[in-house]
């Protein structure tokens, strides 16, 4: 059990287009959700927390205009990078941590390439 | 904010020895901690954790290590796979968050 799933899981734009990446819990009802970030050979970046039904939580120096975040369910949490650029390009990975638990539970990470 | 930092970036053991990545925090008030392990190009999976009520645990062919004093966190591997390749990284929740070490690159010789 415990399963997140995200879709999809390369994405290739062009600069200034807009990207949405879905992260889902296949099995379990999250009611938190995170997204990170990770560059080549660096550890994983907290972007924002995300809980069910209200607004994500930026952590410091990520735009919340450029990344919007929606938990509109308890599996469903989405990431659109709004204009993108070619700095936008990163490994993107959600993770998902069921009500009252502390473990968090990740997905396999949206390679997106801005060209 | 939390300080959460792996000893060695690179480990290289030869299949079958056993593997020590270690682990060091800032926060004597963390009381749970993780063990992640990354594969190249894919997401964290779960290893094992630890509370700070514990000194040691258990699991399958891994062990986690707490020492509270020095703040100090290890994962031992015993018998060395090839598909223990990976980045393993401790992380530290703090509330909603999680902290995650720069990660320690573990190379299997065959």
């Known amino acids: 059990g415990a399963v997140v799933s995200q879709h999809p899981s390369r994405v290739i734009c062009k600069s200034g287009t807009s990207v949405k990446i879905e992260c889902r819990s296949l099995d379990f009802q999250a009611t938190t959700m995170f997204w990170y970030r990770q560059f080549p050979k660096q550890s994983l970046m907290l972007m924002a927390t995300s809980n069910e039904g209200s607004k994500a939580t930026y952590e410091q120096g990520v735009e919340k205009d450029k990344f919007l975040i929606n938990h509109a369910s308890l599996t469903l949490s989405t990431l659109t990078v709004t204009s993108a650029h070619p700095e936008d390009s990163s490994f993107y990975i959600c993770?998902?941590?069921?009500?009252?638990?502390?473990?968090?539970?990740f997905g396999p990470g949206t390679r997106l390439t801005v060209t | 904010g939390e300080s959460v930092g792996l000893h060695l970036p690179t480990l290289s053991v030869q299949e079958g020895d056993n593997s020590i990545i270690n682990c060091a925090y800032s926060n004597s008030a963390s009381d749970y901690f993780i063990w992640y392990k990354q594969e190249s190009g894919k997401g964290p999976q779960f290893i094992i954790d630890i509370r700070s009520n514990m000194d040691k645990r258990q699991g399958q062919r891994v062990t986690v290590l707490l020492n509270k004093t020095v703040k100090h966190l290890s994962l031992q591997i015993a018998a060395t796979q090839p598909g223990d390749s990976a980045v393993y990284f401790c992380a530290i929740p703090p509330g909603n968050q999680f902290y995650f070490g720069t990660g320690t690159s573990l190379t299997v010789i065959p």
């Open positions: 993770s998902a941590r069921r009500g009252g638990g502390e473990k968090q539970y």
